[in-house]
């Protein structure tokens, strides 16, 4: 029953964390679009727009930082192979267990951060200094959406390191790796 529930827990995670990270891929072409417009727009035509270079910076951070979960979820970040591939499962479950408790801290900094970013931009209409000077704070609520996003991804992948720790059994069987 117990083990059902944090399978159950997970594959919510799962699902949300997924949704999430495949949305925000389809903002890449979107990108893509705004900077070949505005290449165009400048070379060939000799008229930039003063929207362009702010709106792909803005959709490049969103890009980045909500599929950061979806990243992790598939484990595609970066790590210290040279010594975590030499160590036992039990070591790795420690190792993850830490990395995971730090990367939640520094998320939860940015979660705060992120509000008082946003309480600011709305009190004092701060924009991007630029002709075209957007407001600024959509930016902060999508950090906080991110920040949060990819701490409920850690929590779930905490869980998981956690129940192989204490039971020595996996909570999800290993899906079999391909050989390329």
Request: aromatic share 18%.
């Amino acid at each position: 029953m117990f083990k059902n529930s944090l399978k159950l827990f997970c594959s919510i995670i799962d699902k949300i964390v997924m949704w999430l990270g495949k949305g925000a891929s389809f903002l890449m072409p979107v990108l893509a679009f705004i900077v070949v417009y505005e290449v165009v727009a400048r070379y060939v035509f000799d008229a930039p727009t003063i929207w362009a270079y702010d709106s792909s910076l803005f959709l490049f951070g969103y890009i980045a930082a909500l599929g950061g979960a979806y990243a992790q979820q598939k484990r595609a970040h970066i790590n210290v192979d040279i010594l975590y591939l030499t160590v036992s499962p039990k070591v790795k479950n420690i190792f993850n267990l830490i990395s995971f408790s730090l990367g939640i801290y520094f998320l939860v900094i940015i979660f705060y951060v992120s509000i008082g970013k946003y309480n600011e931009a709305i009190e004092f209409d701060y924009r991007r200094q630029s002709e075209w000077a957007p407001v600024m704070w959509h930016f902060w609520v999508m950090l906080c959406i991110a920040s949060s996003i990819f701490t409920i991804q850690l929590v779930r992948d905490m869980v998981t390191e956690l129940y192989h720790l204490i039971t020595g059994e996996e909570l999800f069987e290993k899906e079999p790796e391909d050989g390329c």
